[in-house]
């Protein structure tokens, strides 16, 4: 089995992510003990195929939790970034609900905005507390 080398791709957006000992991601995964918070997964599991055979290893991510979320200021932040630790699966089903989520709250201000042209109306049905 061949290893792919992890690169970090975006240096100029995180530059304090560059250090492992103590990047915002590294201390996430150290709070949530190395475990996907949503299923449990754990950090470097190896997954086989359906022969028994190595296939890959699971790494975790520092997933963004997003601000919709009802969870977000319960979450301690990490030098401003509110982040959980998730398994690449749990990751991306996370991410693409909030996407839909916020694709309908803009879908719901386009709609509010053709039938009332009062701000406040506008303000107070699409603002999310």
Not at 14 to 27: D, E, F, Q, T
Not at 35 to 42: K, P, Q
Not at 72 to 90: G, H, K, Q
């Amino acid at each position: 089995m061949s290893m792919r080398r992890r690169v970090k791709t975006h240096k100029k957006r995180y530059p304090k992510w560059l250090s492992k000992k103590n990047s915002p991601a590294r201390l996430c995964k150290e709070r949530d003990g190395w475990h996907c918070v949503l299923c449990g997964e754990a950090d470097r599991t190896l997954k086989l195929d359906e022969n028994g055979k190595p296939h890959h290893i699971v790494y975790l991510h520092a997933a963004h939790v997003n601000p919709l979320d009802p969870q977000y200021t319960s979450i301690e932040p990490i030098e401003d970034e509110v982040l959980l630790a998730m398994c690449p699966s749990c990751h991306r089903s996370y991410d693409a609900h909030w996407a839909e989520i916020e694709h309908e709250l803009l879908l719901h201000r386009i709609l509010l905005s053709q039938r009332y042209t009062n701000t406040w109306i506008m303000d107070r049905f699409t603002t999310v507390v």
